[in-house]
């Protein structure tokens, strides 16, 4: 089945995590608002969002088009993506842990955003700047530490270094970590280096994601979006403190 | 099979949208934090928290307990709930359906806890009223009226209005519709009392949860917390325009 994934075409953002799971997988997909041509192109994209009529209309991109199914909500993308392609356990259990751990991502990555936006994101950047700054302190200060040690604690909390956020399995948690980890060097790279000895396990997962050759052949490419300042991870050096 | 959910028990917070799905399934629950005794209270809970050596520990209440399960964040503990309990489609689209409608709540809800908190949950509401003022004036002309309204066409797009949100059956994104409806008319009531005759298919709806039997009775005990000035729906007349 080919998937058609809708998702703005200049930015990573949310849509990176479903990105990064189709190229580990090696779906084939197309990624419809980055293409040209008929039924392409942001347009094909804004009539999902703009038609009143449509039952099932996702509320916002990413979504996923597989077969006659809609799916939104990144992290209800890869619940459906996961165990089609070797991207989540087998079990219920093991499934609801990795959904778990992406949805717990989700609220940090939301977090992440509101960093530049703590306003309003129908403002710009430049408008909420003193805000932006109030609240990235405590974010560099309380949050960052707090949602990176409970992933480290995922990883190497049993004293035993597990190689996957689910144990021995790879899946698309693991993915979605190395993307964490990279925005965050980009947005924050000061905090980053001072933060990034306490998290062994997160830094080694990174590595290990970005050296699998599908991921490697897509870091490469030029499907991969370079991260900038629209997207969700954007590097403004007054909040790196 | 006896539930355990853990929550914090002065609010109904996120934890309310769990309660409201094990209420209405009639489902066997311990409601931990708020009883008193062995392996009881606010400590049982916080146990789990602070472990750092737990493999499969939560990051944050709400999380049930279902035999040796622990499972936390809201959207994934009524995925596991939804289809034992009648409270999700049979077939995977609609499960998905159902998951994608939760997680645009909680995105809903993030912000409507965003309006009082809009720099640091570590903080006071009074400690960033201005911008909490500021956050809440687009909250109001915004991104209620996109969400509401995205709600109300999931309900009512194609011309026929549908009983529930995913059709013809209950799931607990009906109920979680009931909390949101309940949660904004406590919080802004001067806001609600302009916007709801736009959204007649979510009051509806709302009515007809509160009538259900288990909800109804819910409602009237002792185990609903009320609304109050801790939990996610907060009343500062001064946020409500």
Redesign the interface.
Same mark, same amino acid.
């Given at each position: 089945m080919k998937y058609k994934l809708y998702y703005w075409p200049s930015i990573q953002g949310r849509g990176e995590f479903v990105r990064l799971a189709l190229e580990e997988a090696g779906a084939d997909y197309v990624d419809v608002a980055r293409r040209s041509g008929r039924g392409m192109g942001v347009p094909a994209l804004e009539r999902f969002l703009e038609d @009143? &009529?449509?039952? #099932? $209309? %996702? *509320?916002a991109p990413p979504f996923l088009k597989a077969g006659k199914?809609i =799916? #939104?909500?990144t $992290?209800?993308i890869l /619940?459906?993506l996961g165990p089609r392609h070797g991207l989540a356990p087998r079990n219920e +259990?093991g499934r /609801?842990?990795v959904?778990?751990l992406q949805?717990?991502i989700a @609220?940090f990555v939301?977090e992440v955003h @509101?960093t530049h936006h %703590? =306003? $309003?994101g +129908?403002?710009y950047y430049r408008q909420q700047k003193t &805000?932006a700054r109030?609240?990235t302190k *405590?974010?560099r200060a309380?949050r960052m530490p707090k949602?990176l040690g *409970?992933f480290e604690?995922?990883l190497s #909390?049993?004293?035993r270094r597990k190689r996957y956020m689910a144990g021995n399995t790879l899946s698309y948690a693991d993915l979605s970590v190395f993307q964490l980890i990279a925005g965050l060097r980009y947005a924050f790279p000061k905090t980053m280096k001072r933060l990034e000895p306490d998290y062994p396990g997160l830094t080694g997962l990174h590595d290990r994601i970005a050296a699998r050759p599908n991921i490697a052949a897509y870091l490469a490419s030029k499907r991969r979006i370079p991260f900038n300042q629209y997207g969700i991870f954007r590097h403004y050096p007054e909040l790196d403190g």
């Open positions: @009143d &009529k449509l039952t #099932g $209309a %996702p *509320y199914l =799916i #939104g909500q $992290a209800n /619940l459906y +259990a /609801l842990w959904n778990q949805l717990t @609220d939301t @509101d %703590p =306003i $309003a +129908a403002l &805000k109030r609240r *405590y974010f309380e949602f *409970y604690q995922v #909390g049993t004293g």
